[in-house]
């Protein structure tokens, strides 16, 4: 049972590289629904061996805090409901420093921009939001595309910032954890329509797919009944082919708010060698993508 007034998203990691998407990314964050709290996050990458890196770092560092507090200032004119604070953090790793202190803060949710590169190109080339998704951690991350951040204007800002739980796709392999991000899903109090996806997998005949199909309908049947018991708003899709790209696919057809999956929290070394359905959606999707690592 949740206590009143539960909320999954009360307290927002927000790490800024003062870019200019970053700087369009603070209206959004500020208009998220349940967001009370947010935290601003600069992490200064250390500067290793040379004489008086030391010194640089905390200049980097004292320079940063400003530019924090006019992000800040900015923050509270935009909602003065929300509480904003501000860190900076000197970090050999930018991904580590956004890690450490999201567990350090008890942040519910880092959200964070990502280019799109594939998950290899990106696990080669030690891309931020990559290492944030493949290290074993207990936040929930938001990735947004910054194709998403560049037309973050009208419409497309009101789908995606202030309304952003209206329509979510669910994909749903119906083990133990996507069924569980499924129930919280169903539990956010701003969810206008939840959709059910599983995709069943490319293999065997015509019969067999056929036989998954409807055994996989039938599965994903009572689970949408079982929310419609509770008055959520939901339907179910059943398709065959890639994981990834049928839930890119579906996510575009569907003209979905946010793509909310789970992840099974392993770590960067098993999904870099296997291959993970999650990195792929969060890198390729022109959907915000809600990964769900944690329930506290």
């Known amino acids: 049972m949740l206590p009143p007034g ?59 805090e400003k530019t924090l507090a006019d992000a800040q200032d900015y923050l509270k004119k935009l909602n003065r409901n929300i509480r904003v604070t501000v860190e ?33 190109v990106g696990v080669l080339l030690g ?5 944030v998704l493949c290290r074993i951690s207990k936040t929930n991350v938001l990735i947004m595309r910054h194709k998403i951040i560049e037309t973050l204007t009208g419409k497309t800002y009101e789908k995606f910032c202030p309304r952003l739980f209206f329509r979510i796709l669910c994909p749903t392999d119906f083990s133990p954890f996507s069924e569980h991000a499924t129930a919280l899903a169903g539990m956010m109090k701003e969810a206008g329509e939840l959709i059910l996806l599983h995709v069943v997998p490319k293999g065997g005949t015509g019969s067999e797919i056929k036989e998954a199909e409807q055994a996989a309908e039938a599965r994903i049947g009572a689970v949408r009944d079982s929310l419609a018991a509770q008055g959520i708003r939901c339907r179910i899709i059943v398709t065959t082919g890639e994981p990834a790209s049928e ?22 070394l098993h999904d870099f060698l296997l291959g993970s359905t999650v990195q792929d959606i969060a890198m390729n999707s022109t959907r915000p993508v809600i990964v769900i690592r944690s329930w506290k």
């Open 88 to 120: 900076t953090t000197i970090s050999p790793d930018i991904h580590e420093g956004i890690l450490t202190t999201a567990e350090k803060r008890g942040a519910d949710l880092i959200v964070i921009g990502a280019h799109g590169k594939s998950v290899k």
């Open 247 to 268: 839930i890119l696919k579906t996510a575009e057809e569907q003209d979905v708010s946010v793509i909310w999956i789970s992840s099974h929290g392993k770590g960067c």
């Open 6 to 64: 539960w909320c999954m998203f009360e307290k927002v990691l927000f790490p800024t590289d003062f870019s200019e998407r970053a700087e369009i990314m603070l209206d959004c964050v500020a208009s998220f629904p349940q967001v009370r709290d947010i935290i601003l996050l600069h992490v200064v990458k250390e500067t290793r061996y040379p004489m008086g890196a030391e010194i640089a770092d905390t200049l980097a560092k004292q320079a940063d």
């Open 127 to 131: 891309s931020v939001p990559s290492m």
